[in-house]
C-alpha cells in the first residue's frame, strides 16, 4: 500500500542529504552559476520568434547546469533528464522543485544549422562576466 506524501517531507529530505554532505550542494554554493548567464544567453539561438507563440524556452543557466551533471557523471542526454527528475539532489542543484518542467534531451541537446559546420565553443571561464564589486 502506497503511503500519502507529507507536506514536508521533500524538505524533511532535502535536509537530510544537506546533513550528508550533498556535493551539488557545495558545489552550488561555490560556483555562482549567474556568472555565466549573460555568454549563455549570447550563445542560445532562437529557433522561433517570441511573437509567434509557443511554449517560452527552458532558462539556460539550468540547462548550463543539466549539461555541468552531464560532464560530471558521463551521462547521455535521456539519461541526465531521467536523473534529473528523479533525484532530489539533482532537482535542488538545478533549482527545479518536484513538479517543475524538466527540459528532454532534443531541448539540452543544440544541434548546429546543416548549412554550416560546428565550431567549438569558447571556454566558459574566460567569458564569464566578473563579479560586481562590493563596496567596503
Known amino acids: 500500500m502506497a503511503v500519502q506524501i507529507g507536506f514536508w517531507d521533500v524538505e524533511r529530505r532535502l535536509e537530510e542529504l544537506s ?13 555562482d ?3 555565466f548567464r549573460p555568454v549563455l544567453e549570447r550563445a542560445v539561438r532562437r529557433r ?8 517560452p524556452g527552458f532558462d539556460a ?6 549539461l555541468v551533471l ?3 557523471h558521463g551521462l547521455a542526454l535521456g539519461r541526465t533528464t531521467y536523473l534529473v ?6 532537482m535542488r542543484f538545478c533549482g527545479l522543485g518536484p ?6 534531451a532534443n531541448t539540452l541537446w ?27
Open 99 to 104: 513538479g517543475d518542467a524538466v527540459p528532454d
Open 61 to 66: 543557466v539550468l540547462k548550463f547546469k543539466m
Open 110 to 136: 543544440d544541434q548546429p544549422p546543416k548549412n554550416r559546420p560546428a565550431s567549438p565553443a569558447p571556454p566558459m571561464a574566460n567569458q564569464a562576466e566578473p563579479p560586481p564589486q562590493r563596496s567596503a
Open 33 to 35: 552559476f549567474e556568472l
Open 70 to 72: 552531464q560532464s560530471l
Open 19 to 31: 546533513a550528508e554532505g550533498d556535493p551539488l550542494e557545495t558545489l552550488s554554493k561555490t560556483v
Open 85 to 90: 527528475r528523479d533525484r532530489l539532489s539533482w
Open 48 to 55: 522561433s520568434a517570441p511573437s509567434k507563440g509557443g511554449r
